[in-house]
């Protein structure tokens, strides 16, 4: 049998964005280097990114600081990410009614109505896509450390992956802009969730972004 080892996977969501979508506000760059800061001593070896500009520009910021950080330390490895579709912003799973709770249904419902049908055949692609990219045990006998700057979306559907839960029930789970998941894939044990959501490494005024003002801590 060939030897695997650990696999750390490493979610955020991008830091908030420019309302026209070109990139990050003010706030949401200061969230990416200081989640880049939080993670500067871990052995992060990949930094995947969706192609959208608010998830590539947290990338980079990220990514800056993991190689400061190891300048620092007098590791010359520099860290670049990488683009990668399966990482981008996307329906990753339609229900259909029945699989819904019936006290919920109508208001889910509505939330997906909005794709085109091109939309909601390309997202579930995308998202077996990051399963088989993203998750599991890694080959070799070393473990390994992969940050994927992502989207709500994704970041949501992984940890329901991870889980077994339902495959509806990626609706519901949000996650803050810069705020921090890690996920867990051992050989021979069950994923585990280690962190959802983490925004410790964030003063208060920039927490909670990404979510409706009243569900903000």
Request: a positive charge; one cysteine or more; aromatic letters at 6%.
């Amino acid at each position: 049998m060939a030897e695997s080892a650990t696999r750390y996977l490493y979610l955020t969501r991008h830091g908030e964005a420019a309302p026209d979508g070109s990139g990050l506000t003010a706030d949401g760059r200061r969230q990416a280097v200081l989640l880049g800061r939080r993670l500067a001593d871990r052995p992060i070896s990949a930094v995947h990114h969706g192609p959208l500009p608010r998830a590539a520009q947290s990338a980079r910021l990220i990514a800056e600081q993991l190689t400061a950080g190891r300048a620092a330390s007098g590791q010359l490895d520099r860290v670049s990410p990488t683009v990668r579709e399966e990482a981008g912003d996307y329906l990753p799973y339609v229900p259909s009614r029945p699989e819904l709770p019936a006290d919920s249904a109508d208001f889910l419902l509505d939330f997906l109505a909005q794709p085109t049908a091109e939309e909601r055949t390309r997202g579930p692609e995308l998202a077996r896509r990051a399963v088989r990219r993203f998750t599991g045990p890694v080959p070799g006998g070393a473990d390994r450390h992969e940050l994927v700057v992502t989207h709500a979306f994704l970041i949501g559907w992984l940890v329901r992956h991870t889980l077994d839960a339902p495959p509806w029930r990626w609706l519901g789970l949000n996650s803050g802009n810069a705020a921090l998941t890690v996920i867990r894939y051992a050989p021979g044990r069950p994923s585990a969730v280690l962190l959802h959501n983490d925004m410790r490494h964030l003063p208060d005024e920039l927490r909670w972004t990404g979510f409706s003002p009243e569900l903000r801590c």
